[in-house]
C-alpha cells in the first residue's frame, strides 16, 4: 500500500511536473492574441479616423459632381443657295481644317444671274452717263434764260422811259402850238376887222388866214400825237409787266428745273447703286456654291450625297470644334455656396483615365429644370422639393497631354478646390 501509494503519489507529482510547462505557453499564446486585436483595433481605428478626416478635408475644400460632360461648340454647316450637288469631298469623322472644302452646287443657274447682273450695271451706268449732263446743260440754259429775261426787262424798261420822254416833249410842243394858234385866231379877228374897213388888203387876209387854219392843223397834229405818244407808253408799260412776269417766270422754274434734273439724276444713281448690289448679290450666289469648313473640327452628320438638291438653311454637315472643348458640370444647388470663378479644378477623364487641369469660368444663369423645354410649374398640383442642378463652366487648362483626344460628351468627374 505505502509502495504503492507513493508511486501514486510521484506518478501525479510527475504528471504536475510535465503539465507545468503547457499552461504557460497558453498564456503566452493568449496573451499575444490580445495584444494583436488591440493592435488590430487600434489600426482600424486609426484608418477610419484619418478616412473620417480626409472625408472631411475633402468635403470641406472640394466640390465635386458626376454629373459633368465635356461640351463644345458643334457648327451645323448648310447651303446659303439653292442647287444640285455635284461633288462631295468629306467623308463622316473625317477631320478638316478652316478653308478646306466640303461640297459644291452646280453654278449653272447662278452663272446666268451673275451675267443678267452684269447687263443691268451696264444699263444703269448708261443711264446715269446721259443723266449727268443734263444738269450742267439745264444750270447754263436757265442762266442764259435768266440773263434774257433781265435784258428784256432792262430794254423795256428803257422804251418805256424814252415813250414817257416823247409824251413828255410832245405835250411841250402842243402847249407852243396852242399858243401860237391863238396868237394866229386873233391876228385873224384882226385882220377881218381891218378887211371891213378896208384897213389891209384882201391878200393880206387871206395870209392871215391861212396861218390861223395852219395853227390850228398843228395843234390838232400835236394832240393826236400826244395821243399817240400816251398809248405808246401804256404799251411799254404792258411790255415791262410781260418781261418782268417772265423774269420771274423764269426765275422761280430755274432752281426747280434744275431740282427735276438732279433728282433724274439721283434716280439713276440709286438704280445703279441697286444693280451693283444685285451683281455682288449675285457674285456672292455663285460662290456659295463652294462650301469649305468654317472651323476646324472633325465632320459629323453628313446628310449629302451627289445628285442631292438642297435649299438655302439645309444642315448638311456638322463639325464638331474638339479644339475647343470645355466642361459643363450641373453641381447641386447645395454645393454652390463656396463656388466661385476662377477657382481651381480637376477632371478625371472616364473615357481616357486621365486627369485635366482647368478653372471655374462661368455659373450658369439658371438651373437645367428652368432651362428646359417644359419647365416644371411649381404652382399647380402637389409641390415636392427637389434639389436643384446649375451648369457650371469649366475651362481647361491649355497644351496638356490628351486635349486632342477630347469629344463632346463624354463623361467627366471634376472636383473643384473651393478653399
Known amino acids: 500500500m505505502d509502495t504503492t501509494s507513493e508511486r501514486i503519489i510521484e ?16 498564456a503566452q499564446v493568449e496573451h499575444k492574441s490580445s495584444s494583436g486585436r488591440r493592435v488590430a483595433l487600434i489600426a482600424v481605428a486609426l484608418v477610419g479616423a484619418s478616412v473620417a478626416l480626409g472625408y472631411w478635408w475633402n468635403g470641406r475644400n472640394y466640390e465635386d459632381t458626376d454629373d459633368a460632360q465635356i461640351d463644345g461648340d458643334i457648327s451645323n454647316v448648310g447651303s446659303r443657295v439653292a442647287g444640285t450637288v455635284t461633288a462631295v469631298f468629306v467623308t463622316e469623322d473625317q477631320t478638316v481644317k478652316a478653308g478646306e472644302p466640303l461640297l459644291e452646287l452646280d453654278t449653272a443657274d447662278l452663272d446666268v444671274a451673275l451675267l443678267q447682273s452684269k447687263a443691268e450695271v451696264a444699263q444703269a451706268e448708261a443711264e446715269v452717263q446721259a443723266e449727268d449732263p443734263n444738269v450742267s446743260i439745264t444750270e447754263t440754259t436757265n442762266s442764259a434764260s435768266v440773263a434774257s429775261a433781265s435784258s428784256s426787262v432792262y430794254s423795256a424798261a428803257s422804251g418805256l422811259s424814252a415813250a414817257k420822254q416823247q409824251v413828255a416833249q410832245i405835250a411841250a410842243q402842243l402847249d407852243q402850238a396852242k399858243a401860237t394858234d391863238r396868237q394866229a385866231q386873233l391876228d385873224k379877228d384882226r385882220d377881218a376887222s381891218l378887211l371891213k374897213s378896208n384897213s389891209i388888203s384882201q391878200a393880206e387876209f387871206d395870209k392871215a388866214t391861212n396861218l390861223a387854219a395852219a395853227s390850228a392843223a398843228g395843234v390838232q397834229a400835236l394832240v393826236q400825237a400826244l395821243a399817240a405818244a400816251r398809248d405808246h407808253v401804256g404799251e411799254m408799260q404792258a411790255g415791262v409787266s410781260s418781261a418782268q412776269t417772265h423774269l420771274n417766270e423764269v426765275k422761280s422754274n430755274a432752281p426747280r428745273q434744275i431740282d427735276t434734273r438732279r433728282a433724274s439724276l439721283i434716280v439713276r444713281q440709286a438704280n445703279l447703286e441697286l444693280a451693283r448690289a444685285r451683281l455682288h448679290e449675285a457674285e456672292l450666289n455663285l460662290s456659295y456654291a463652294h462650301l469649305v469648313a468654317p472651323v476646324d ?22 463639325i464638331s470644334q474638339v479644339g475647343r472643348a470645355f466642361v459643363t458640370a450641373n453641381f447641386r444647388e447645395t454645393q454652390l455656396q463656396h463656388i466661385l470663378k476662377g477657382q481651381p479644378a480637376t477632371i478625371h477623364v472616364d473615357a481616357l483615365d486621365l486627369d485635366l487641369r482647368g478653372s471655374v469660368e462661368a455659373i ?9 423645354i417644359l419647365p416644371p410649374e411649381n404652382a399647380s398640383g402637389n409641390y415636392v422639393k427637389v434639389v436643384q442642378r446649375i451648369p457650371v463652366r469649366i475651362k481647361l487648362d491649355p497644351n496638356q497631354a490628351g486635349l486632342d483626344r477630347l469629344r463632346p460628351g463624354m463623361s467627366v468627374e471634376p472636383e473643384v478646390r473651393v478653399r
Open 297 to 318: 473640327g472633325i465632320i459629323g452628320k453628313k446628310s449629302v450625297a451627289v445628285g442631292d438638291h438642297v435649299a438655302p438653311g439645309q444642315e448638311l454637315v456638322a
Open 364 to 372: 450658369g444663369g439658371a438651373t437645367g429644370s428652368r432651362l428646359s
Open 11 to 26: 506518478g501525479n507529482a510527475g504528471a504536475k511536473l510535465e503539465a507545468g510547462p503547457p499552461a504557460s505557453a497558453k
